[in-house]
Structure formats: structure tokens, C-alpha cells
């Protein structure tokens, strides 16, 4: 979720921040108008999320008087907000995935809790926020450092599955109905090995969509990846269930059913490979579609499936946020409100080709799988929140790659991301 | 105290000190310049204490608390340089930036010096310095996009590899070559850099002195050896301190290379300390620990202030007049 260039802005951020403390790092007032409020963007303005979103502000502005001081700022504002609130000059109003939301802001206790933005009514429906908002989400989150669990209204939301072309006749052939289990599916390969179509695509280098084929099947086995990766005995990493998930996973690279190279090649070289068809399911999460919706031939149809055993689909979710020090609060939790509606839900919908949180607004053509298996009553996240956090990088990440590229055995695998993570809670403690 | 008198000759008059006839003894002139001496350097020295001095005295300050950016520092002391030595991804990063500083340096200096053999004497040679260094111009953000590219299994290289008989080429952009892959675009694009400035040095030298050589008997490389070497000495000098620095800055490089749209981080085998500390200062998913980045940013700085006045000792050379 987090692009490379837009990192990349933040050099000079990271750059003051190391040397400099956080002298310099606010870079815009935080005061808006008498009635009005500012917002942070995680979006840029040419971004399809952007555009419609900068349609819906300025729809707000003209039908309340509202102004609002609008920054498309990109990922980037995620380096940004911890220095503007700290310099007392923060947005009273952003947005980013929950999760780095939760790191930057909510872990600190620095997120205003947005629980009386449920009971507000959403403009011209008779509903609240509360009612249309499916509470499953918020409740995958973890609570914020005052027990608060609503720091956050989210609007976008997204999965990682297989995702495939519903319409190739290899696969077609190959899996006539999804697979009940893992064996089915390593079946459902084996056809498709038949045919010379590689099953899975993959880039090689990305541990989080490749990993998260072992999260899955992880989940699939009972087992809990946070609570795995925080265990600072390593002994969870016993449990033969963890090794099963390991095994499972390993019959796709054992089993040659990875495309070839996969291990050398740079993204998105295999993202654009799967869009031309050369091979069959890739993991990665719902925002797949519109990265290759240009790519893709004209009777592509995408379909997507959660690999076979899993109990919960994964969410991942991107939401509004308010600063606690937020000087007009007030206001950007009356937008929160408005731009709930459904007809701005669908516009967003429509515009960005992606899934909103509201149920009642119908999945891009190209999400409705995903959007299906959304609907269950209970959500996960992805790594069961862990990802990105300094355990899952320094400990998981590496041993990982280096368990996919075939360097490493099942039992290796686990018996070596054990002994790394019980020297680094030991560095830790 | 002595020092304020020297600075202040005005003041030493007007108490009258001893040393006037020392005072007396300087011409004018050198009296004009040591009395507008502050007034000049003052700005300077103001500016580049709030700039840099406070900074990094407050970064240092820093690394002694536990601090995530917003909410109360907690002291933990030396705590965090411990936890530092301890984690096995700050001691790699250590390590690969220590490999860009010295495999990465010397591999630069001794093609630059190959380099600066070969154009010194051929024709064309400005447009021949040009191509050289136009690799410098190039955003690394380039390089990351363009190595996909070129070395992918089907890419150029291997292709041109197959033609000429090579019927396994290596993995170019497998995780285990990312670090060595990023050391040789670091060499490619100083490489042409830090020639144009030795050939900067080397232009200043008498042709004479050459000529004189040659009339010796001394091939390319002995002219190399004692004309070239000894009298650009300063230059390269220079350049080995600006090396060494540069060296710790370099970052954007390895984020190109290794970070990809969904990964949390490059891969942590591929940091170095700037890395460590970005990672630290702005995990993507995760709390700020500024302490730690900070603890991270003052090991490096430390490690290469020192590694630079060794330098500048271990080069230093009484200056040959020509």
C-alpha cells in the first residue's frame, strides 16, 4: 500500500528526523476556515481515488458553504502527520489503510475517538453512520492505547485472494468448481502443469503478498500469526500446525507450480505477465484489478477465491481519521457523515473501481467475488495485524523470501524464523 | 581568555595590556583583518550552529529516551545503543554500509584512477569526461525501474550473455544479488563523478612534467605513478573525504532496489545504516521509535567522523609546489 516514490518523498523527512530531531518536519497549518476544516489526502490528486474524492470535497463545499483546504498528499502523509501533531499543526481531518493509521497516530493514543460520528445521521437516509458501516470492521482492528476501538471511519476496504481470469479456458477446465481443500487445489495445479500454465504467479522479491499465502494457510490451520510472531519463547513455532502451513505452502514451490524466475525478476515484471495471461492465480490484494484493469485483454473477466480451509477473509481497510489535537473537529466529523452517503459511496465506487465499506453499494464488476467474500459475518487482518510491524520485518520477512525461493526446507524454515525471533525479543526485552 | 584578547585587540588596548608592542608589531593590514575577523565569520558560525550543531546535539539527546514522536519521551539511557548492538539487522546494516564504504571506494577510486589514465591522453577527451559522468545525472529511482528491466531472466543483458555463449547467466535480481547489485550501481554512477574531479586536479598539471617522463622512459603507468598520483594528491584526498561521507547518505538506492508496492521494507539483508534508520524513524505499519533511529543516525556519524579524520591523517602530504 505504500508506493515506492512516494517513500522515497519522505528521504528528507527521515533525513531531519535523524539528525535534527523534529525541528523542521510540519509543513502546513492546521487552522481552516471559520467553518470549515483542512484534510490530508493519502491519495494524489491524479490518482482515480483522488479524483473522485476532490469531486466529493468540492460537492460539500457547494451544497454546505463549507470550505475545506484540501492536500493530496499522497502515502507520504503518513511520515508527515507524527511531526504536525506534534507541532500542534495538525489536519483536522485524514485519511490512510487503518493499519498505518493505528502505527502513526491511534497506537499513541493521538486518534479522537470517532464512536459519536456512529450515531450521526447520514444526510437524507434515516440511518446512522453506525447502522451502514458494517462494525466487523472496526472490531479487526486493535483497540488504540486508551482502549478506544473507533478510531477510525473506514470507507474503502480491500482483500488479498487468488485472483484469476474466470474467463480462461485453461482454467476453466482445470477448476470446473472451487476447491474445498488445499490437496483440491494442488489438483486444480496439477492440471493447469498439464497444460504448461504456471499456476501461481508470483514476485519473487515481495514477501507480503507471497507470505501471504502462508498467513492463509496459517488461518487455515488454527493458528495466529501475531500471536505466533509475538511469542518471544519461539516455542508457538512448535505447534505442528505451523509446520503443516509451512508444508502446504511448500508444495507449490517444491511442486514447480510458481512461474519460472519468479525468484529474478522485479515488480511488477510477473504482475504484468499475469495480466497477459501466462499464468493462472496471483495474490495480492483487491486493488490487483485496477493496476492491470489496462493490461488485461478485453475478454478477461476477473475472478477472485480465498485459498481453500480459510475461516475469515482478510480485510484491509482505508478510512477517516481526526487528529485529537484537531481544532475544528467539529466540522470534519459532520463530512464524515455526509460523505458516507450512498450516492457518494457508489460515485467513489465507480470512479476508483473499488470496494466501499457499505454493503448496499454494488462491487465494481470486477470486485463482486471479493465483495462476496466480505459479506461473512467476521473479518481478519491481513498477517493478523502484524504486518509491517519490526517483528514481522527483521524476524519473518527474510526467512521468508528466503523459504520461497526453495533455499530453505519446511522444517528449516520454521526452525530458523524460531531462533531469529527468540534473539530478537531477547534484543528486545 | 587569550583567546578573547586575540580576537578583541581593542579591547586588550583599552585595558592596557602588555602585549602592545606585540600589537604594534603587526602590519595594518593584518590589524584591519583580524578585527573584521568576527564580524564576517560570526554569521557563519551562528548559522551553522543552529543548523547543524543543535540538530545533531538534540539528535543525541534524543537517543538516550524512548520516544514514538508525540507522546512523552521515557529515558532509557544507553539502552537503546545496547538493543542496537544486539539487533542483527542494525549490525548487517553496519556491515553493508562499511562494504559501500570501503569495497564500494576502492573499486571507485581504481577504475577513476584506470580512467583518468586513459583520458588524460586520448582525444575527444571532454565529450569522453561527459559520457563518463552522466550516469551521476541520473535520479537513482531510474536505476531501480531500469534494473528491471535490463537484467530480468529475458532482459538485455542476458540476452547479449547468451549470444556470446553464456548458457547460465546469473540471477541478477534474486534477493541474494540485490546488495552486490546495488554496490555496482553506487561504483557505475560515483565512478564518472569522482573522475571528473581527479581530471579537475590532473588538468592543472604542467605538460611539461609529462613530457619530461616520457623523455625517462616511463610508460602510462609510471607517469601515472609519480606525476599524476603525487601532484593531484590533494584532490584525490578531497575526494576520499567526500567519498566517505557520501557514502553514509546513500539510501534511495536501496529503497529503488529492493522496496517493491506492497512490501513493508527492502529486504532487511539489503539495509544499511540510512536505511535502519528511515525504517526505524517511519515504519509503515508501526509506532515511530525515534530514540532508536537516532541512537542509529549518531553509531553512523560517529563511525564516519572518525573514519574521516583517520583519513585525512593517514593522506595528509606536505603540499607540492608546480
Known amino acids: ?429 | 581568555m587569550a583567546a578573547l584578547s586575540t580576537a578583541f585587540p581593542r579591547a586588550r588596548r583599552a585595558r592596557g595590556e602588555a602585549s602592545r608592542a606585540k600589537t604594534n608589531s603587526r602590519s595594518p593590514l593584518e590589524r584591519q583583518h583580524r578585527r573584521m575577523f568576527w564580524p564576517f565569520a560570526a554569521p557563519a558560525v551562528i548559522f551553522y550552529t543552529v543548523i547543524f550543531l543543535v540538530p545533531i546535539g538534540y539528535a543525541a539527546w534524543t537517543s538516550f529516551y524512548k520516544w514514538d514522536g508525540v507522546s512523552d519521551k521515557k529515558w532509557r539511557g544507553w539502552k537503546n545503543y545496547q538493543v542496537l548492538f544486539d539487533d542483527p539487522a542494525f549490525r548487517s546494516s553496519l556491515t553493508n554500509t562499511l562494504k559501500i564504504l570501503f569495497v564500494g571506494g576502492a573499486c571507485t577510486f581504481v577504475i577513476a584512477f584506470g580512467l583518468t589514465m586513459a583520458l588524460r591522453e586520448m582525444r575527444a577527451r571532454l565529450f569522453a569526461r561527459s559520457v563518463i559522468f552522466f550516469p551521476c545525472l541520473v535520479n537513482a529511482m531510474v536505476f531501480g525501474i531500469l534494473a528491471g528491466f535490463l537484467f530480468s531472466p529475458d532482459g538485455p543483458v542476458n540476452q547479449v550473455l547468451h549470444d556470446v555463449g553464456v548458457s547460465t547467466p546469473p540471477k541478477w535480481l534474486s534477493t541474494d544479488n540485490q546488495f552486490p547489485m546495488i554496490l555496482g550501481t553506487i561504483i557505475w554512477t560515483a565512478t564518472g563523478y569522482y573522475t571528473a574531479i581527479i581530471m579537475a586536479g590532473v588538468d592543472q598539471i604542467p605538460t611539461y612534467l609529462y613530457e619530461a617522463a616520457e623523455l625517462d622512459g616511463c610508460n602510462a603507468f609510471q607517469r601515472f605513478r609519480h606525476v599524476t598520483l603525487p601532484l593531484a594528491w590533494e584532490v584525490i584526498s578531497v575526494c576520499a573525504v567526500l567519498w566517505t561521507v557520501s557514502s553514509l547518505q546513500i539510501f534511495e538506492l536501496i529503497l529503488a532496489f529492493g522496496g517493491t508496492q506492497n512490501s513493508a521494507a527492502p529486504p532487511v539483508n539489503s539495509w544499511n545504516t540510512a536505511m535502519y534508520v528511515y525504517e526505524t524513524a517511519f515504519p509503515p505499519r508501526s509506532t515511530p521509535q525515534l530514540g532508536m533511529a537516532t541512537a542509529a543516525a549518531m553509531v553512523a556519524l560517529v563511525l564516519i567522523g572518525f573514519i574521516t579524520l583517520v583519513l585525512r591523517r593517514v593522506m595528509r602530504r606536505a603540499a607540492i609546489e608546480y
Open chain 1, 1 to 429: 500500500m505504500t508506493t515506492t516514490p512516494r517513500r522515497l518523498a519522505a528521504v528528507g523527512t527521515a533525513a531531519v528526523i535523524a539528525a535534527a530531531g523534529l525541528s523542521a518536519c510540519s509543513s502546513s497549518s492546521g487552522s481552516g476556515s471559520k467553518d470549515g476544516f483542512t484534510y490530508w489526502s493519502m491519495w494524489t490528486a491524479q490518482e482515480p481515488q483522488g479524483q473522485a474524492i476532490k469531486k466529493l470535497f468540492d460537492q460539500y463545499t457547494a451544497e454546505t458553504g463549507v470550505k475545506v483546504d484540501v492536500q493530496f498528499l499522497g502515502r507520504d502523509v503518513n511520515t508527515r502527520i507524527v511531526p504536525a501533531i506534534t507541532a500542534n499543526k495538525a489536519p483536522d481531518l485524514w485519511d490512510q489503510g487503518s493499519d498505518v493509521i493505528y502505527g502513526s497516530a491511534a497506537s499513541t493514543g493521538q486518534a479522537l475517538d470517532l464512536t459519536p460520528v456512529l450515531s450521526m445521521q447520514v444526510p437524507g437516509e434515516g440511518k446512522t453512520v453506525g447502522e451502514i458501516i458494517p462494525a466487523k470492521y472496526n472490531q479487526a482492528l486493535p483497540k488504540d492505547s486508551n482502549g478506544v476501538q473507533n478510531w477510525v471511519i473506514p470507507y474503502i476496504v480491500s482483500s488479498a485472494e487468488f485472483f484469476y481470469n474466470a474467463a480462461d479456458p485453461d482454467i476453466k477446465a482445470a477448476m470446473p468448481t472451487p476447491p474445498a481443500t488445499w490437496a483440491d487445489f494442488i489438483k486444480v495445479c496439477d492440471a493447469l502443469k498439464a497444460k504448461s500454465k504456471p499456476c501461481l504467479a508470483s514476485e519473487g522479491e515481495d514477501d507480503w503478498t507471497n507470505g501471504l499465502i502462508f498467513d492463509y494457510r496459517l488461518n487455515a490451520a488454527g493458528v495466529n500469526f501475531a500471536d505466533l510472531t509475538n511469542d518471544k519463547t519461539g516455542a508457538a513455532w512448535d505447534n505442528p500446525a505451523v509446520l503443516k502451513a509451512a508444508q502446504e505452502t511448500d508444495q507449490l514451490i517444491a511442486g514447480h507450480y510458481v512461474v519460472p524466475g519468479y525468484d529474478a525478476t522485479k515488480t511488477p515484471a510477473q504482475e504484468t505477465a499475469w495480466a497477459s495471461g501466462k499464468d493462472a492465480f496471483f495474490m495480492n490484494g483487491s486493488w490487483v484489478t485496477s493496476e492491470t484493469g489496462k493490461e488485461v485483454a478485453s475478454t478477461w473477466k476477473y475472478g477472485a477465491m480465498l485459498p481453500p480451509g480459510v475461516t475469515a477473509p482478510d480485510s484491509m481497510t482505508f478510512g477517516f481519521t481526526i487528529p485529537k489535537k484537531a481544532k475544528h473537529a467539529d466540522a470534519a466529523e459532520k463530512f464524515i457523515a455526509w460523505f458516507v452517503q450512498q450516492k457518494n459511496m457508489a460515485a467513489l465506487a465507480s470512479t476508483a473501481d473499488t470496494l466501499t465499506t457499505r454493503t448496499d453499494v454494488p462491487a465494481p464488476a470486477d470486485l463482486t467475488d471479493v465483495q462476496k467474500a466480505l459479506d461473512s459475518s467476521a473479518v481478519r487482518l491481513t498477517f493478523d495485524g502484524q504486518s509491517g510491524d519490526d517483528v514481522y520485518t527483521k524476524v519473518f520477512a527474510q526467512n521468508f523470501l528466503d523459504f520461497w525461493h526453495g533455499k530453505l526446507a519446511p522444517e528449516q524454515f520454521v526452525a530458523k524464523v524460531k531462533a531469529t525471533q527468540v534473539s530478537y525479543w531477547k534484543s528486545q526485552s
